[in-house]
């Protein structure tokens, strides 16, 4: 296993990829809620309930997933992250192991995460 002298941190870099990180994986609530409204909203208009229909199973069943697993993912990552690069700011080497093993501990599906 490496050791904390195996790494160098940026600790301003490292806090600005965080901070930048942080800002986009918060947008994701609003374009998950705006994707939800333009797909009601396309197929309330469509006056078909064959691609209301259509239309609606694709979100539900691919859009919607796929967007909020994003969401999750990248705010794992970004918790973790600050966590990690914390960790190696204070020297502490396990809570740095810690973090770099949980980085990429988020559901792998829609089963799992719900």
Known sequence: MDTMVDYRVDEDGANGV???TRTHAGEFEAL????RT????TAAECQSTLIAGALQEVHDGYLA???TMAHW????????GQKMVNAFIDGNEQMAADARSEISDVPS????AQ
């Open 73 to 80: 993912r990248s705010t794992n990552i970004v918790n973790e």
């Open 109 to 112: 599906s829609w089963e799992d």
């Open 38 to 41: 333009a797909v009601e909203g």
């Open 65 to 67: 997933p796929v967007a």
């Open 32 to 35: 998950i809620t705006d994707l």
């Open 18 to 20: 965080i901070a930048a």
